[in-house]
């Protein structure tokens, strides 16, 4: 624990982000004059099966892991083998693009993955280099950097936003992505708007994002029904579009290919597309799209 002091530590949320009640926001416009703007989000991570697996799907024997973990890192690997593939025909076939949440490494572990996003000019954001708490990384500012690099490499761009492995950051990780040139993440789930966060390097942007609107929480976390995901998602889309009438609202729909790709789910997330799709003044947006907008609307500071 940090030794006392007489000013707060940057780790807490007052301390980054002063509290501000959403009625008093200023009134922002979308494109188009739309309520509410979607972004979906698919999240491709590399996992190691000689570690134990950050969530199973078949407990291991005698609540002891045994490595290699073979049954929990085959059901991650389906999702990159076969379960990617059904999101991005779900989601390009609607002519959308979605914020492809990757992991550095996948550009040269799954390459046919993070090609296949890039061919479909879908938005690069950084999730970490591999798969691992920020907490636990040992050098923070290489893994960050690296994952910048590797991606700018990949794609002829950097990374304009990022999203933590599992939305962790400690102290120095906010600082240490506004250094690396990162220009809005995704980790703080706290309003429904963005909002300027602070840092040693001038002011970092939050884009809304979720962990309840998030496959990992409603399957691998609450072990819903194969058809939750999209419930949950339709009563929160029909709300923030109601409620878009007064101010602007940002909806993210968050997914993983070893969840939400697999046969028995994904009809369920065709019909939650079509669901947004029907509706009028719905702006389809990449995280990118929402940061750019917002700092238009509000006068935010650039990225």
């Given at each position: 624990m940090?030794?006392?002091?007489?000013?707060?530590?940057?780790?807490?949320?007052?301390?980054?982000?002063p509290?501000?009640?959403?009625p008093?926001?200023?009134?922002?416009?979308?494109?188009?004059?739309?309520?509410?703007?979607?972004?979906?989000?698919?999240?491709?991570?590399?996992?190691?099966?000689?570690?134990?697996?950050?969530?199973?799907v078949?407990p291991?024997?005698?609540?002891?892991?045994?490595?290699?973990?073979?049954?929990?890192?085959?059901?991650h690997?389906?999702?990159?083998?076969?379960?990617?593939?059904?999101?991005?025909?779900?989601?390009?076939?609607?002519?959308?693009?979605?914020?492809?949440?990757?992991n550095?490494?996948?550009?040269?572990?799954?390459?046919?993955?993070?090609?296949?996003?890039?061919?479909?000019?879908w938005?690069?954001?950084?999730?970490g280099?591999?798969?691992?708490p920020?907490?636990h990384?040992?050098d923070?500012?290489?893994?960050?950097?690296?994952t910048?690099?590797?991606?700018?490499?990949?794609?002829?761009?950097?990374?304009?936003?990022?999203?933590s492995?599992?939305?962790?950051e400690?102290?120095?990780?906010?600082?240490?992505?506004?250094?690396?040139?990162v220009?809005?993440?995704?980790?703080?789930v706290?309003?429904?708007?963005?909002?300027?966060?602070?840092?040693?390097?001038?002011?970092?942007l939050?884009?809304?994002?979720?962990?309840?609107?998030?496959?990992?929480v409603?399957?691998?976390?609450?072990?819903?029904?194969?058809?939750?995901?999209?419930?949950?998602c339709?009563?929160q889309?029909?709300?923030?579009?109601?409620?878009?009438a007064?101010?602007?609202?940002?909806?993210?729909?968050?997914?993983?290919?070893?969840?939400?790709?697999?046969?028995?789910?994904?009809?369920?997330?065709?019909?939650?597309?079509?669901?947004?799709?029907?509706?009028?003044?719905?702006?389809?947006?990449?995280?990118?799209?929402?940061?750019?907008?917002?700092?238009?609307a509000?006068g935010a500071?650039?990225?």
């Amino acid at each position: 624990m940090d030794a006392p002091s007489s000013t707060p530590s940057k780790a807490l949320l007052s301390a980054r982000a002063p509290y501000l009640a959403f009625p008093d926001r200023p009134r922002l416009h979308l494109p188009g004059n739309a309520r509410v703007a979607v972004w979906i989000i698919v999240n491709v991570e590399e996992w190691s099966i000689a570690r134990a697996m950050p969530r199973t799907v078949l407990p291991p024997p005698m609540g002891q892991p045994l490595m290699p973990d073979l049954p929990n890192g085959a059901w991650h690997e389906y999702g990159m083998r076969v379960g990617f593939w059904r999101l991005l025909k779900a989601i390009e076939s609607r002519g959308l693009r979605a914020t492809f949440a990757v992991n550095g490494h996948v550009c040269r572990s799954y390459e046919r993955v993070a090609r296949a996003a890039r061919d479909a000019g879908w938005e690069f954001m950084g999730h970490g280099y591999v798969q691992q708490p920020m907490h636990h990384v040992e050098d923070q500012r290489k893994a960050i950097f690296d994952t910048v690099e590797t991606i700018r490499d990949f794609t002829g761009r950097p990374p304009p936003g990022w999203e933590s492995p599992g939305l962790t950051e400690n102290d120095q990780t906010l600082d240490l992505l506004k250094e690396a040139g990162v220009g809005y993440v995704a980790n703080w789930v706290i309003d429904d708007l963005p909002l300027e966060l602070s840092t040693a390097h001038g002011p970092m942007l939050s884009v809304p994002y979720s962990v309840e609107t998030n496959d990992i929480v409603v399957h691998a976390v609450q072990h819903q029904p194969s058809d939750a995901f999209l419930h949950r998602c339709a009563l929160q889309f029909d709300r923030l579009w109601e409620e878009g009438a007064d101010n602007a609202k940002v909806m993210a729909i968050s997914t993983h290919p070893y969840l939400t790709g697999v046969p028995h789910r994904i009809g369920y997330f065709e019909e939650l597309l079509d669901h947004v799709l029907a509706r009028r003044q719905v702006a389809m947006m990449t995280g990118e799209e929402v940061a750019d907008w917002y700092r238009g609307a509000s006068g935010a500071g650039p990225g």
